[in-house]
Nanobody, 120 residues
Framework: QVRLVESGGGLVQPGGSLRLSCTAS????????FGWYRQAPGNQREFVAF???????KIADSLKGRFTVSSDNAKNTTYLQMDNLKPEDTAVYYC??????????????WGQGTQVTVSS
């Protein structure tokens, strides 16, 4: 059973920074990529960032220049660095992971989410 555990959320002032972490554990054969999504009250879950096992990254166009995604493959962990935060960034942030638990058995798992609140 693959599990994802998120941390790093909290309250921050506009213009401040936070770094979120997401660590995968369990019976993992390989991880092909990590994704980050967010969901504000009353809104649909939206794409934030993605990083592959080879280090290729994608950031949502509206967040480029403020958000950065990275990973530590040895720790099965992804990081989302968020700088110059704005009140509209307030949301629950979720990570997910795709990969394999066996040579011919894939997984796709979501974390439980971590709250980010940007307010004065």
């Amino acid at each position: 059973q693959v599990r994802l555990v998120e941390s790093g959320g909290g309250l921050v002032q506009p213009g401040g920074s936070l770094r979120l972490s997401c660590t995968a554990s369990g019976s993992i054969f390989s991880i092909e990529g990590f994704g980050w999504y967010r969901q504000a009250p009353g809104n649909q879950r939206e794409f934030v960032a993605f990083i592959t096992g080879r280090g290729n990254t994608k950031i949502a166009d509206s967040l480029k220049g403020r958000f950065t995604v990275s990973s530590d493959n040895a720790k099965n962990t992804t990081y989302l660095q968020m700088d110059n935060l704005k009140p509209e960034d307030t949301a629950v942030y979720y990570c997910n992971a795709e990969g394999k638990v066996a040579i011919d058995e894939r997984f796709h798992r979501w974390g439980q989410g971590t709250q980010v609140t940007v307010s004065s």
